[in-house]
């Protein structure tokens, strides 16, 4: 963030002390990673393998967990981005996400339940906020998502 942004450059939250902008723009490399997230949002198999696939790619292989229950087949994924904790988890037809926050190792405090709606958005500024702290350029990461 820059001294003269009014607004944090990937989520649009207003900086503490600024006057408020009047519209909430992401900029273009958070926008065209959502929008690639959500052309593989068909079906939630299809949804939790693309997830796995790029979350791979950008977070240790550590931080990324892929199960599939013994009785009903249905599938969870499983990841940790910095000090945020993702559960991806397929309910019939549908996708189930839950954010929650991660210290020493531990989820604490309540979880999310993201709607569809926003998920995806949150999910590449969480990455993007995680790329950025450990030193990662984080446009070049969430592009590889």
């Given at each position: ?10 989520c ?54 892929l ?47 993201l ?31």
């Amino acid at each position: 963030m820059e001294s003269s942004d009014l607004n944090c450059r990937f989520c649009g939250k207003v900086v503490e002390g600024r006057t408020p902008s009047s519209s909430r723009q992401l900029p273009a490399a958070v926008t065209s990673a959502v929008e690639r997230l959500r052309v593989h949002l068909r079906t939630p198999d299809a949804a939790i393998d693309h997830l796995a696939e790029g979350l791979r790619r950008v977070l240790p292989r550590s931080g990324v967990h892929l199960s599939r229950s013994l009785l009903g087949g249905s599938r969870e994924l499983q990841v940790k981005v910095g000090t945020i904790a993702y559960s991806f988890r397929q309910e019939g037809g549908g996708l189930v996400v839950e954010r929650q926050s991660v210290a020493g190792g531990f989820a604490v405090g309540m979880k999310d339940l993201l709607p569809a709606s926003r998920w995806p958005e949150q999910l590449v500024i969480d990455v993007a906020n995680n790329a950025d702290a450990t030193g990662q350029d984080w446009k070049a990461t969430i592009a590889r998502l």
